[in-house]
Nanobody, 115 residues
Framework: QVQLVESGGGLVQPGGSLRLSCAAS????????IGWFRQAPGKQRHLVAD???????TYIGSVKGRFTISRDDAKNTVFLQMTSLRPEDTAVYYC?????????WGQGTQVTVSS
């Protein structure tokens, strides 16, 4: 059974940084196009960054230049390095396949950007 476990969130001041991790069991992340999603209160979950099997990465405009998605194949883990964080980045962050059909969602990790 596939299990995705997100971690690394927390409370950070504007301008700060966090590194999120997505550890997987039951699948090899390197064989899938994996994305980081976020869901802010009252809003739908949406994709913010993804990494293809080739290692090619894609970002939405609002995080481009601030977030970096990467993958450690030996650890079967995908990371999201977030810098220059803004209050509007506050959300629960999830990882999953970038596109349908997706795996069951994990619990996510809360990121709160506030002074």
């Amino acid at each position: 059974q596939v299990q995705l476990v997100e971690s690394g969130g927390g409370l950070v001041q504007p301008g700060g940084s966090l590194r999120l991790s997505c550890a997987a069991s039951g699948i090899q992340l390197r064989l899938n196009q994996i994305g980081w999603f976020r869901q802010a209160p009252g809003k739908q979950r949406h994709l913010v960054a993804d990494i293809q099997r080739s290692g090619t990465t894609t970002y939405i405009g609002s995080v481009k230049g601030r977030f970096t998605i990467s993958r450690d194949d030996a650890k079967n883990t995908v990371f999201l390095q977030m810098t220059s964080l803004r209050p509007e980045d506050t959300a629960v962050y999830y990882c999953n396949k970038a596109y349908d059909p997706q795996f069951d969602w994990g619990q996510g990790t809360q990121v709160t950007v506030s002074s």
